[in-house]
């Protein structure tokens, strides 16, 4: 009997075969498109998933300053934050978000949505977030990513 075909085989950053994909968020919804993009980027949606190695994909966004939310939510919901000191407690709308950095938002809903350690965020920094239709990685070749097809 041959144990070497038992293995199980674990993928690390070094054995992942990392591809890039560029997804349009025009018209996307926030949360649906984030999360979505947070699997990705996780490596969910491969078949050799490590959950302790960076074995996910790299994603660009473009359009992120047309993104919408359901119902009032871009006007009543508060994004909170805290400086660390006394009073210290910051609170802004995503309209503010917007108006001030078009990346923001995204960033910060995918964020959210990837593991809050030292993993999370290196697989943060495999996500590039552009306000415009215009992104700098066009000599990886990207594919193009429909959100509509993923679970």
Not at 24 to 40: N, T
Not at 47 to 53: C, E, I, S, V
């Amino acid at each position: 009997m041959d144990t070497l075909s038992y293995k199980t085989l674990s993928a690390n950053k070094e054995t992942a075969n990392k591809e890039w994909f560029v997804v349009d968020a025009e018209g996307q919804i926030l949360g649906r498109m984030a999360s979505k993009i947070a699997k990705v980027l996780r490596g969910k949606y491969k078949t050799n998933f490590t959950p302790h190695a960076d074995c996910g994909d790299y994603v660009i966004v473009i359009n992120a300053g047309k993104i919408v939310m359901t119902g009032d939510k871009m006007e009543k919901r508060e994004i909170f934050s805290h400086t660390g000191f006394p009073g210290g407690q910051k609170r802004i709308s995503p309209a503010q978000m917007l108006k001030k950095d078009e990346t923001s938002v995204v960033k910060h809903a995918i964020k959210g949505m990837l593991p809050k350690n030292k993993l999370g965020a290196a697989i943060l920094k495999n996500c590039y977030i552009y306000a415009g239709a215009e992104h700098g990685q066009e000599a990886q070749k990207p594919q193009h990513l429909n959100l509509n097809d993923l679970k």
